[in-house]
């Protein structure tokens, strides 16, 4: 069964992140957020949002492929892949084909995206 709400947070948060809107983003994201890089890097909530604010990644476009939703006890597992197009920390501008598996839970009265972990697909 599919969530509208839930499905509309990660299209929000895949806009957010394609236009760098880090205002949307810092509403999208839980207080305690991080994301975990393809990379493996493990990155705080408020050091993305930062390196968004001053260039240093740069996004110019996410266009989803399928998503995926699965209740959890705590709220929802969802699993998407994305073609993003940016450019991280001075490199080149490339599109990389990513699979982030997001979890969302509500926190302070709102449905709230508690982690990232993006890897390839």
Same mark, same amino acid.
């Given at each position: /069964?599919?969530?509208?709400e839930i499905?509309?947070?990660?299209?929000?948060y895949n806009?957010? /992140?394609?236009?760098d809107d880090t205002v949307a983003?810092?509403?999208?994201?839980?207080? $305690?957020?991080?994301?975990?890089?393809?990379?493996?890097?493990?990155q705080p909530r408020a050091e993305w949002l930062?390196?968004?604010?001053?260039?240093? /990644? $740069?996004?110019?476009?996410?266009?989803e492929d399928h998503v995926e939703m699965t209740a959890t006890d705590a709220g929802w597992r969802v699993v998407g892949q994305n073609r993003v197009t940016a450019s991280i920390r001075?490199?080149?501008k490339y599109t990389w084909p990513l699979n982030t598996?997001?979890?969302v839970e509500q926190s302070a009265g709102r449905w709230q995206i508690m982690s990232a972990v993006v890897t390839t697909y």
């Open positions: /069964m599919m969530n509208d499905l509309n947070l990660y299209r929000d806009d957010a /992140m394609a236009t983003l810092d509403r999208l994201l839980a207080p $305690h957020f991080t994301l975990t890089h393809m990379t493996g890097e493990v930062r390196e968004l604010r001053l260039g240093t /990644m $740069h996004y110019f476009s996410s266009v001075g490199g080149s598996v997001m979890i």
